[in-house]
T-cell receptor
Framework: GAVVSQHPSWVICKSGTSVKIECRSLDFQATTMFWYRQFPKQSLMLMATSNEGSKATYEQGVEKDKFLINHASLTLSTLTVTSAHPEDSSFYIC??????????????FGPGTRLTVL | RKEVEQDPGPFNVPEGATVAFNCTYSNSASQSFFWYRQDCRKEPKLLMSVYSSGNEDGRFTAQLNRASQYISLLIRDSKLSDSATYLCVVNSRTGANNLFFGTGTRLTVIP
C-alpha cells in the first residue's frame, strides 16, 4: 500500500507555544489529506479535510484559527496547533486517500504524532 | 446519535476461538464500509473492505446488511497476533468522502 509519513512522531511543548506537524505522501500524489485527533480510549475524530491549493474544510467544533492547515503541494499537508494548551494533548493522525472514479477508497494513515502540552 | 456504533468490549478469547464483532451505522446513504485494525499507540491499518455480498480473507469474514445498517467481522482460529482494537469505519457523507470511525472493539487473545 501507499506510504504516508508524519513528523515529528512525538513532541512535548510548553503551554502557549505553537507546534507544526507535517504529513507527507511518499509514493503518490494526494489531492486530499485528512487530519484526525484521537484522545485516549476514544475513536478517531475527523478534524478537517485538507485539499491541495485551497482552504481546509473543518468539522463542526474544530477551531480553524487554532488548528491551521496548509496543503501547498500534492505531497505535503501541515497542521499547526497554535497557542497549544494541555487540553490539546492528543494523538494527531493524518491520512491520504487515493481516488477510484469519484470516490476515495482506502485511506492510508500516517504513523501519528503524539503531542503533550505541559 | 453517533454515525457509527460499536460494542467497545473488551473481548478476551483463548487462542483458536472464533469471535465476532458487530457495528451499526446511522446514515442509510453510506457508500463504503471498512474494518481497520489499530494496535496500541499506532495508526489504524486497513484490515478489509466490506461488500454487500460479504467477503472473506483467510480467517477473516466481513458481512454487510444494508437493510439493518449492520456490519460484522468474524475472526476464526484466533491467533495471539490478532490482539488489537478493531475499528468499524463508514463513509457516511453523501457527496463527500470522509470516513467516520467507531470507538473500536478491543480484542485480547489469550494463550
Amino acid at each position: 500500500g501507499a506510504v504516508v509519513s508524519q513528523h515529528p512522531s512525538w513532541v512535548i511543548c510548553k503551554s502557549g507555544t505553537s507546534v507544526k506537524i507535517e504529513c507527507r505522501s511518499l509514493d503518490f500524489q494526494a489531492t486530499t489529506m485528512f487530519w484526525y485527533r484521537q484522545f485516549p480510549k476514544q475513536s478517531l475524530m475527523l478534524m478537517a479535510t485538507s485539499n491541495e491549493g485551497s482552504k481546509a474544510t473543518y468539522e463542526q467544533g474544530v477551531e480553524k484559527d487554532k488548528f491551521l492547515i496548509n496543503h501547498a503541494s500534492l505531497t505535503l499537508s501541515t497542521l499547526t496547533v497554535t497557542s497549544a494548551h494541555p487540553e490539546d494533548s492528543s494523538f494527531y493522525i493524518c491520512s491520504a486517500a487515493e481516488m477510484s472514479g469519484s470516490f476515495y477508497n482506502e485511506q492510508f494513515f500516517g504513523p501519528g504524532t503524539r503531542l503533550t502540552v505541559l | 446519535r453517533k454515525e457509527v456504533e460499536q460494542d467497545p468490549g473488551p473481548f478476551n478469547v483463548p487462542e483458536g476461538a472464533t469471535v465476532a464483532f458487530n457495528c451499526t451505522y446511522s446514515n442509510s446513504a453510506s457508500q463504503s464500509f471498512f474494518w481497520y485494525r489499530q494496535d496500541c499507540r499506532k495508526e489504524p491499518k486497513l484490515l478489509m473492505s466490506v461488500y454487500s455480498s460479504g467477503n472473506e480473507d483467510g480467517r477473516f469474514t466481513a458481512q454487510l446488511n444494508r437493510a439493518s445498517q449492520y456490519i460484522s467481522l468474524l475472526i476464526r482460529d484466533s491467533k495471539l497476533s490478532d490482539s488489537a482494537t478493531y475499528l468499524c469505519v463508514v463513509n457516511s457523507r453523501t457527496g463527500a468522502n470522509n470516513l467516520f470511525f467507531g470507538t473500536g472493539t478491543r480484542l485480547t487473545v489469550i494463550p
